[in-house]
């Protein structure tokens, strides 16, 4: 089935100001989902709580019925690209920077996993024992995506990855993302850059004023 849904979640960091009132949504496996807003309207957090981070002040979350806490195997059914990812490297080189959620997961294919993810992400097999901090911007980007679908998950969630981008590495990135898709496996993405995406998102919402607005009826 591998579905997400969202069911009347809301969320707030105090008592005071309600960030997200009552969202409802659902991401299926095959969904490409591009998610829009104004600075501070709270689209990092609604992916930190699809990405399980943080919990819902009320609400649901689940994948095919059942709440994401219940599921032990969930963040292996999820890769979750932070904006500006690269910013949290931590190994010593790239191969064990991309190969460290499945190694993480007991996998035991670490090659292979690291493997396609290169090849996916465009990354050049020479960089694989280069340092992470020695990377140029676009270089990091894609090393930051390599992590994350090394494992293979399921649902690949993004926040801002066009962030600091140049315009050639806008139009890497937007042809990784395509690649993804062609496998089949689902796209959350927040981002401002949606004329990168029109044309690969089948569903478009717009969070404005704590709600999660589908772009159709805007």
């Not at 599921?71 to 932070?82: A, L, P, T």
């Not at 029109?198 to 009826?217: C, P």
């Amino acid at each position: 089935m591998f579905q997400i849904e969202l069911e009347s979640v809301s969320f707030s960091y105090d008592d005071s100001k309600v960030l997200l009132k009552d969202i409802n949504m659902s991401v299926s496996r095959r969904d490409f989902v591009l998610i829009t807003g104004d600075n501070g309207t709270g689209k990092s957090t609604l992916l930190k709580i699809i990405a399980g981070i943080l919990k819902p002040k009320s609400g649901y979350v689940k994948i095919d019925g059942n709440s994401i806490y219940e599921d032990k195997n969930y963040f292996r059914k999820i890769g979750f690209v932070m904006q500006y990812a690269e910013d949290s490297f931590f190994c010593d080189t790239v191969f064990d920077e991309i190969a460290f959620a499945s190694k993480n997961f007991g996998f035991v294919d670490i090659q292979k996993r690291v493997m396609n993810a290169i090849k996916l992400t465009g990354i050049d097999e020479e960089l694989l024992y280069k340092s992470p901090f020695e990377l140029s911007s676009g270089e990091a980007r894609r090393v930051a995506i390599a992590s994350a679908i090394a494992h293979e998950p399921f649902f690949l969630i993004l926040d801002e990855p066009f962030v600091g981008l140049d315009k050639r590495g806008k139009e890497c990135l937007t042809s990784i993302l395509k690649k993804w898709k062609d496998t089949q496996r689902a796209v959350i993405i927040v981002s401002h850059q949606r004329k990168y995406l029109t044309n690969l998102a089948n569903k478009i919402f717009k969070l404005e004023a704590g709600k999660l607005l589908n772009a159709d009826s805007l």
